[in-house]
């Protein structure tokens, strides 16, 4: 059964430095997400990402954050001056389709800690 | 925007028994309402989901009731076993369709 891959698994990075997240969608999905969920705590919406666009984000994606299809294969995720509150699990997720059929399949995260 | 409330935070429950959750949610355009698992340390796994024009779905153990009158939606496990021990998230669509809005997720444990 086709899955959602992500790499790294586990990402260390130094306060202010950039990092990149990597995600490879199901080959067939048109829709892509990252999530990110913070130790212990629920998992929240970053932004959704169709066409070669960004339809629609949280106020938790704000300008140090960005996403790119670079391909026609890979998905990512950049966070350009990383903090120490971004320290979380970041899930990419792709789907066929949207709006009420959305059924969402997730990779198995990147771990990103930020010291 | 929506917002998903879940209860109960952490059920424990003897094997054999029955275990439900519930979760309610505040956009009447939302649409779409899956269930997910999580493992610890693994990725959300989907293990139901239910549609606005359905009040009611099962697989094996598991159904899912869903209200829209009253915006709240339930999952049922029943003869539970230890290995259904995991964080289970619901999830609601909201108005856009593309963003799954998660409550805050129920630990579940299943005692032998």
């Known amino acids: 059964e086709p899955e959602v891959t992500q790499t790294p698994s586990h990402q260390v990075t130094q306060m202010g430095q950039e990092v990149i997240l990597r995600c490879v969608p199901i080959?067939?999905?048109?829709?892509f997400y990252w999530y990110r969920q913070i130790l212990g705590q629920k998992v929240e919406f970053l932004v959704s990402?169709?066409?070669?666009?960004?339809?629609?984000k949280s106020e938790i994606f704000d300008d140090q954050f960005s996403v790119e299809r670079p391909d026609g294969s890979n998905f990512t995720l950049k966070i350009r001056s990383t903090k120490l509150e971004d320290s979380a699990m970041y899930f990419c997720?792709?789907?066929?389709?949207?709006?009420?059929?959305?059924?969402?399949?997730f990779g198995p995260g990147t771990r990103l800690t930020v010291l | 925007g929506e917002n998903v409330e879940q209860h109960p935070s952490t059920l424990s429950v003897q094997e054999g028994d029955s275990a439900v959750i519930k979760c309610t949610y505040s956009?009447?355009?939302?649409?779409?309402f899956p269930w997910y698992k999580q493992e610890l340390g693994k990725r959300p796994q989907l293990i139901i989901d239910?549609?606005?024009?359905?009040g009611e779905k099962k697989d094996q153990r598991i159904a899912v009731t869903l209200n829209k009158t009253a915006k709240h939606f339930s999952l049922h496990i029943t003869e539970t076993q230890p290995e259904d021990s995991a964080v289970y998230f619901c999830?609601?669509?909201?108005?856009?369709?593309?963003?799954?809005?998660f409550g805050k997720g129920t630990s579940l444990l299943v005692t032998p």
């Open positions: 997720a792709s789907s066929v389709l949207a709006g009420g059929y959305n059924e969402q399949f």
């Open positions: 080959s067939n999905h048109l829709y």
């Open positions: 990402f169709y066409n070669n666009e960004i339809s629609e």
């Open positions: 956009d009447s355009a939302s649409n779409y």
């Open positions: 239910i549609r606005s024009n359905v």
């Open positions: 999830a609601a669509d909201g108005n856009s369709g593309y963003a799954l809005n």
